[in-house]
């Protein structure tokens, strides 16, 4: 698949929609969770929303319970714990399987198109730490891993998981994009 924009998805309040709405646009895609360690990267995600929205970047939040049951919640549970813990405004779509038998097809499109994230290795490593065991290698690792999708629908770049919305390498790789409008 070329282009992202013709999966089906259902927003965080329910009501079916395609990624097609956003065409054009510069899109960071990322499987959240609210009870991680890494949870606290909502708030970068929401200021890098913040300041490169009107350059045409738009953050799609997936909620997925796929890592130690770290996204217990319902979808009216997690869309206010995303408001009021960190003011999270960027859209958020409903609970979905970023990996095994169940994984959703916009998971399956970006993992083909991408198998390898940038900056794998150290959080990789941690997990393997703690007995945490490994998917396949181009499965998604655990939460917050983070898929940028440029104007075209085309998956452009991968990140993992501990690659914060702030890191030199993240950041530039959207400027990147969002210079090509």
């Known amino acids: 698949m070329n282009s992202i924009y013709p ?5 965080i309040d329910g009501s079916a929609d395609t990624l097609a709405s956003y065409s054009g646009k510069v899109l960071l895609v990322v ?10 990267q909502y708030e970068g995600l929401e200021k890098l929303y913040k300041d490169k929205r009107a350059q045409g970047l738009e953050v799609l939040g997936f909620p997925a319970n796929d890592f130690k049951g770290q996204e217990p919640g319902t979808e009216a549970e997690i869309t206010e714990f995303c408001s009021l813990t960190y003011g999270v405004d960027f859209p958020m779509f409903s609970k979905i399987s970023v990996v095994g038998e169940n ?3 916009l998971y399956e499109a970006l993992t083909e198109a991408q198998p390898k994230a940038i900056g794998d290795g150290p959080f990789r490593e941690r997990l393997k730490g703690y007995g945490i065991p490994m998917g396949q290698p181009a499965d998604v690792l655990w939460n ?26 993240l950041v530039e790789a959207i400027e990147a994009e969002l210079a090509k409008g």
């Open 31 to 40: 499987n959240v969770a609210s009870k991680c360690g890494l949870t606290p």
């Open 103 to 105: 994984r959703h097809p």
């Open 7 to 11: 999966i089906s998805v259902n927003r």
């Open 144 to 169: 917050f891993e983070k898929f940028l999708v440029g104007r075209s629908g085309e998956v452009v770049a991968r990140f993992a998981p501990d690659v914060t919305a702030d890191d030199p390498r």
